[in-house]
């Protein structure tokens, strides 16, 4: 008896450390910053092509209002409700952070202190950025005005709530290697911005339960993760986006007009906003990608 | 009319048509044309977003005579096709209308006129040239979205 309570205690303390192996943050090395001087020009076309002022402006926020990034919208989710928080030039906000900060929270998700980001931050997209880019994009991040709103505590319940769980989840969804092969250039270019900065994924791909990516399901719609609704399937399957043109798609992420001169409404509406900025290269590239990904019956 | 006289009236217009109620088939005959107006925007954005993705060759007559008419849909008098009683609630899937227009309002009158400024912006850049009229469908299809986003329910 005393002996399997000994193994016990053993294979628990076992279990223990290999919990907190899993669980524990990664950091980039502080070295991949080095040498990189941030470009505030080619930091504006991250800011626009990873979508920021999305979910980091104040909620409603229109024209120049877009570039106030005090945070505060709220999303609503199976997991908690998720407050987007402060990453304006402001001490409430990334004031203090470093470039290497800025990495390591959007290919790690972990913050400055080493805590876990709830992947309502769309690390698991933005892992796939090149360190260059972040590093303009900070430049371009520190020219805007500086926001005081303070930020608002996620409302999250058991298990999410303890931070360190959330190392296990990114042990399980946290993957960089690219969803669809390709050598096409044009399609790479794409797969950049819509793997990668664009994070389309994080609304156009269904969730297992735990909240990861179905990537058998890559880009093919499903419920929406934030509200009513259902979000479209954009791979090229006659249930998704198979009668457009690539010039229709970048017509789309240019003016927001559908090949019927409908319009995008709900949350692309602010999506289209930012992809109008990207120069119709970048667009072409989206389209191209679009067209290049398996065609997948749309998910429910 | 003068696009300056025009734009004052959309928004005495979009000002004063909401407060009427209406009969049950006059609520009908609203939504039906309003929305027949909706598509006569397409049918004009059609010809100018056709040239503006390259799928029509640019003919400067054609995306002038486009946008023109476009413009005079978009500044028409719509002051008896939005009466109360019309909305999502009241109709169901009759209407996109969400009840946001008339509890929100005049939020719908500022977006209506942020809407004709686009068109009048496009209508004076579509007999321009190609890269002109690519310039201008941004803002025009941008104050679209903005009112859809709003006060049209998602499909």
Redesign the interface.
């Known amino acids: 008896m005393r002996r399997l309570i000994r193994w016990l205690v053993f294979l628990g303390l076992i279990g223990l450390a290999v919990f907190w192996w899993i669980t524990r943050p990664n950091f980039a090395d502080a070295d991949v910053v080095a040498g990189l001087t941030g470009d505030v020009e080619r930091g504006e076309r991250i800011f626009y092509a990873g979508g920021c002022a999305s979910c980091h402006a104040a909620p409603d926020a ?1 024209g120049e209002d877009k570039l106030k990034l005090g945070g505060g919208l709220e999303f609503v989710t199976a997991f908690g409700t998720f407050f987007a928080p402060n990453i304006s030039p402001h001490e409430n906000g990334i004031a203090g952070w470093s470039a290497l900060d800025l990495v390591n929270a959007m290919k790690h998700g972990v913050s400055p202190d080493g805590q876990h980001y709830f992947p309502a931050f769309p690390y698991t997209s933005y892992a796939k950025a090149e360190v260059a880019d972040i590093v303009d994009l900070k430049a371009y991040l520190d020219t805007l005005e500086p926001v005081a709103v303070a930020n608002l505590e996620h409302e999250v319940g058991f298990p999410f709530n303890i931070r360190r769980s959330l190392g296990g989840w990114k042990f399980l969804f946290l993957k960089v290697d690219w969803v669809v092969e390709t050598e096409d250039e044009m399609v790479m270019k794409g797969r950049y911005l819509v793997e990668g900065l664009g994070h389309c994924s994080d609304c156009h791909t269904s969730r297992n339960p735990l909240g990861g990516l179905d990537l058998g399901n890559w880009l093919a719609g499903g419920p929406n993760p934030d509200g ?2 259902s979000i479209p399937n954009i791979t090229p399957h006659e249930s998704g986006i198979a009668a457009w ?1 690539e ?2 798609i ?2 789309y992420l ?4 559908t090949p ?7 949350s692309m ?1 602010d999506v ?2 930012n992809t ?1 900025q990207l120069t119709p290269e970048d667009r072409a590239a989206i389209a191209a990608y679009l067209k290049a990904v398996p065609a997948l019956e749309r998910v429910k | 009319m003068t696009f300056r006289t025009k734009l004052g009236a959309v928004a005495v217009i979009l000002s004063t048509g909401f407060a009427g109620a209406a009969m049950a088939q006059d609520v009908g005959k609203a939504v039906e044309a309003r929305q027949s107006l909706m598509q006569l ?3 004009y ?2 010809t100018l ?1 056709g040239m ?4 029509m060759d640019y003919d400067a007559a054609k995306a002038q005579a486009a946008a023109d008419s476009l413009l005079a849909m978009m500044t028409a008098d719509q002051s008896n096709m939005w009466p109360q009683g019309s909305d999502t609630e009241a109709l169901g899937d009759k209407t996109a209308a969400l009840p946001a227009i008339w509890t929100t309002y005049p939020a719908i009158a500022d977006k209506g006129k942020a809407a004709a400024e686009a068109a009048a912006a496009l209508a004076s850049a579509a007999g321009t040239d190609l890269a002109s009229l ?1 310039a201008a ?2 803002g ?3 104050s ?3 009112c ?2 709003d006060f ?1 329910q ?2």
């Open positions: 229109e009513k609704g043109s010039a229709d970048a017509e240019n003016s927001g007009f019927e001169f409908d319009v995008a409404g709900g509406t289209v906003a109008g | 925007y397409a049918h954005l059609g977003g503006a993705k390259g799928d690519q469908m941004g025009v299809g941008a679209c979205g903005a859809h986003k049209r998602k499909r």
